[in-house]
């Protein structure tokens, strides 16, 4: 056979004895990933044209987040808001408050892993939905019910996210007017009309960042800010003389409905995170660890919240203010306080508007780059948002309309409504899969691998053992479906929270264009 040996043909090179030091370092591969820009495109020229889609270096893109960014993120996003406003809600609420925050938390991070499982589910019955990650809530709406619901979040969504940034520039302008009102005694007043400006203005060059995973050293900084204002607030709260006897003025009684529904819906404005979350977890490394980052983000700022409203209620009892702020006494921490607090609005306004920016700019076909047009866009929403800003007498007279109007139904009746229904749909998939996979074999509809699972270890425990007992507990819970159960309970008590909420704000509506803001008032003075 050697008849047929090529010639000029280079022999296979022997392996090397020599330490692995000593050889040659190979040079790491980019990754490549496809671009599907032109896919659609007809006509495309011959240079253009190929049957594979065209490649983009992944070296490029920005690394995605870790959880331990992604929990900075969820940190950030809460901002100062339960710090200043739970103690008063507390102290009004008595010893059923806890209880009650404690249990609209928990709805709050159960409603997103819902969501978060609805993104997961949907990356395996449709892949292209991730060509729709600039607007991620408004996908799974389109994907589970249709486009007409789809655009009613998109809607709801944009609301909400303009909606609770005019809160955080109020009261940044507030606490800086304060600081100049305090330092001089009263004799100098800077307007909170111009601080709004000021804090527009600031917030600007922050609002044309990109997608969170653009801001990571943005989260690192405002979380650090974030850990002096807790230091410091709860420094001012150790300081300040006590009012009358410890925890004065709490009762044990049930506070009544309309102060409960109040309560509500603050509560589902401070601790909201779902407008964000499904960014979040596009954006993140392992996405399957985002209701890990949701969670304990949460958990964070809830604990550092109760344990300062504890101290707030042993000093000032029923004394306290609707703002913390107002109950403390002047120094110079509390100065620095004040500003620094400001500085975090900042950053607070910045990560949560992302989601809100990047469905508009997909509705402009906006390139993910920075462009005059990114800039354009996002300065001319910023404006808007000052100007509303400037005519709302304080930041405690939208968190009634907005937690309960506007950020209800997306915290509390989306999330179970898509879960259901894409877990619906996902079933039906596996079933039509399976069926195409076995032809005309007689096929068991019925196969559970997760009873098939689960025979062998109930086998193998012992029947009285904790971990028999656990077992027979999750085997129970399974047959039962109470994934769905919950949910349908979440989804009622959804429905009739945001009900309610929504018809004691059409009678408080009056009320808030009744009290006319400063700037409001100074320009209709003759």
């Not at 809460?78 to 249990?103: H, K």
């Not at 100065?335 to 402009?364: D, K, R």
């Amino acid at each position: 056979m050697f008849f047929f040996r090529r010639k000029n043909v280079k022999p296979a090179p022997r392996p090397s004895r020599a330490p692995s030091f000593a050889l040659p370092k190979r040079r790491s591969s980019v990754q490549l990933m496809p671009s599907h820009q032109h896919d659609q495109l007809p006509f495309l020229s011959r240079t253009r044209f190929s049957a594979l889609p065209h490649f983009r270096a992944y070296e490029d893109e920005p690394e995605n987040l870790s959880l331990f960014i992604a929990i900075l993120y969820v940190v950030d996003l809460f901002g100062i808001f339960p710090f200043v406003t739970l103690p008063a809600m507390l102290v009004e609420l008595g010893y059923f408050g806890i209880l009650l925050v404690l249990s609209i938390i928990f709805l709050q991070i159960y409603t997103s892993f819902l969501l978060s499982q609805c993104w997961t589910m949907a990356e395996h019955l449709d892949p292209s939905i991730l060509q729709k990650r600039n607007y991620p809530y408004a996908a799974l709406a389109e994907l589970a019910y249709g486009p007409y619901v789809s655009l009613l979040v998109s809607v709801l969504l944009d609301l909400s996210i303009f909606a609770m940034a005019v809160p955080s520039v109020v009261m940044a302008a507030e606490n800086l007017e304060a600081v100049v009102l305090r330092m001089s005694a009263g004799h100098y007043n800077f307007s909170y009309c111009y601080w709004a400006i000021i804090v527009g203005l600031v917030i600007c060059p922050l609002m044309w960042l990109g997608s969170p995973k653009h801001m990571r050293g943005l989260a690192i900084i405002a979380v650090c800010v974030m850990i002096l204002i807790v230091a410091l607030l709860w420094f001012c709260l150790f300081a300040a003389p006590a009012i009358g006897t410890p925890f004065e003025g709490i009762s044990m009684e049930l506070p009544g409905f309309l102060t409960v529904l109040s309560s509500y819906s603050i509560l589902a404005f401070q601790f909201d995170i779902h407008p964000v979350l499904l960014t979040l977890q596009i954006d993140m490394k392992r996405k399957s660890q985002v209701s890990w980052a949701a969670t304990i983000g949460i958990a964070i700022t809830c604990s550092v919240a109760i344990f300062g409203s504890i101290i707030a209620a042993y000093k000032f009892g029923s004394m306290i203010a609707s703002n913390l702020l107002q109950s403390l006494p002047t120094s110079v921490p509390f100065y620095v306080m004040l500003i620094l607090m400001s500085l975090q609005l900042c950053f607070s306004v910045t990560v949560a508007s992302s989601a809100m920016f990047l469905q508009i700019e997909n509705y402009f076909k906006l390139p993910e780059s920075l462009s005059l047009k990114r800039m354009a866009i996002r300065s001319t929403v910023l404006a808007l948002e000052v100007l509303v800003a400037e005519f709302v007498p304080s930041f405690n007279a939208l968190m009634d309309v907005v937690g309960g109007t506007i950020t209800g139904p997306l915290v509390f009746i989306l999330p179970p409504l898509l879960y259901r229904r894409i877990l619906r749909m996902e079933r039906v998939h596996q079933r039509i899969a399976a069926e195409a996979s076995y032809g005309s074999l007689p096929l068991d509809l019925n196969y559970d691998p997760v009873e098939l699972e689960m025979e062998p270890l109930l086998v193998a425990a012992k029947p009285n053992s904790p971990r028999g007992c656990w077992l027979r507990l999750v085997r129970l819970l399974h047959r039962l479906d109470c994934d769905v159960s919950c949910t349908m309970g979440v989804l009622l008590f959804g429905i009739l929270a945001t009900f309610l909420s929504t018809y004691l704000n059409l009678f408080s509506l009056p009320s808030l264009f009744t009290n006319n803001s400063p700037c409001l008032s100074n320009l209709t003075k003759p």
